[in-house]
């Protein structure tokens, strides 16, 4: 049984999940910009990587450097529980969706992803330490 069920047929994108550890089972980490991992998954090729976010340990304006780094990176979409106003605003003006993931299981908001059950997250918080 893999760890990560990537469905092809489905429109072809990158899309990249906050985690906590690259040990599987993949986690989903509480904060976009201060998770240690970023779970890339590709269903173009059927991958799963992980990458090390180099901005988690950074004092201030980790999320736009995260976002910047995922916009970079080509991402379409971003599954995680929160992001805050500076990093949404770079995925609004990248064109990259974000929505909000429900639990930590990377598996099953996956899949909620594909049946089109999770939230995209509109609305954001002016406090940069805030995140909705």
Not at 28 to 43: K, T, V
Not at 50 to 79: E, H, R, S, W
Not at 110 to 130: E, G, P, R
């Amino acid at each position: 049984m893999s760890l990560i069920t990537v469905y092809k047929g489905e429109i072809p994108m990158k899309i990249a999940i906050p985690i906590v550890s690259d040990n599987k089972p993949y986690v989903i980490n509480d904060s976009l910009a201060r998770a240690p991992y970023f779970a890339l998954i590709d269903n173009s090729n059927n991958t799963v990587k992980t990458i090390v976010n180099d901005y988690y340990f950074q004092p201030g304006g980790a999320g736009v450097k995260v976002a910047q780094m995922l916009c970079d990176l080509n991402v379409k979409v971003v599954l995680a529980p929160r992001c805050g106003e500076n990093a949404q605003n770079i995925f609004n003006q990248a064109q990259i969706d974000v929505y909000q993931t429900i639990g930590y299981d990377l598996q099953n908001n996956y899949d909620l992803f594909l049946q089109k059950a999770l939230q995209s997250i509109l609305v954001t918080l002016s406090n940069h330490h805030q995140e909705v």
